[in-house]
């Protein structure tokens, strides 16, 4: 396993693409209220990353997707298709994934969206998916494994009677959007990979009210949950520091 250490220099040009996509999140949350399609949304963010970041929107081409963001609402758990047709209704939960490539280096990183008053239980998801990302980014440092992240999201998910979606994975990420180590978001402490200073890595976690098989939709891209219940996400890209971690997508409202 090829595990590229970014240097001071590279970790630099990261948290430049790291903040430009937290700022795509910061700029589409006015807009996401119920009647909205999510084409439209996916039009605003890439209008503001070619025109206003001057940046490159990833997930345009990439694997054969045509959209800038991934757009997940309720029981579809990651790589949802925006379309004219998926207008936003009130109770909706939304994930927006977005990725942003700034002088080679990308970003990646997605939050979810509660759309004009919805249900306790749908709020409670979301919130706990929220903190099983928190809890795991508070493991990372130098000499923690990735087990140690699976664990945590496992636990907290598992003590709230929720469970993992196992199918898919956090990644390495840096150059290349996707590369090595995967990062899985269940799992033993002291297991897996050590983690190293320079190590740059997204965690994901997909989290669902009922149980954690998926299912492939015909499009090719929209995973769902085989039970149909809902499905929440959090994302964030992180640097490995010397003492423990930096969120390289932090957005203004939060702080680590
Ligand atoms: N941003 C997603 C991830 O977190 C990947 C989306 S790929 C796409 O890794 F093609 F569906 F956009
Ligand atoms: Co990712
Ligand atoms: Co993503």
Known sequence: MKINL????QISEMRIAGQLAAEVLEMIT???V???STEELDKRCYNFIVNEQKAIPANVGYNGFEKTICSSVNQVICHGIPSDKKILKDGDI??????????????????M?????TQPHNERL???????LYKAIEVVKPGAHLGDIGAVIQEHAEKNHYSVVEDYCGHGIGQVYHEEPQVLHYGKIGRGLEIKEGMCFTIEPMIN????????????WT???????????????LAVTESGVEVLTKRSEESF
Do not use: M
């Open 126 to 132: 979301v919130k706990v998916t929220q903190e099983c």
């Open 113 to 117: 969206f509660l759309v004009g008053k």
């Open 94 to 111: 939304l994930n927006i994934d977005v990725t942003v490539i700034r002088n080679g280096w990308h970003g990646d990183t997605s939050k």
């Open 209 to 220: 009210q009922g149980s954690k098989y998926t299912k492939l939709l015909s499009d090719g």
């Open 6 to 9: 970014k240097n001071q220099d």
């Open 34 to 36: 119920p009647g909205v």
């Open 223 to 237: 995973v769902e949950t085989k039970d149909g219940r809902n499905s929440a996400q959090w994302e964030h890209t």
């Open 30 to 32: 006015p807009y996401v």
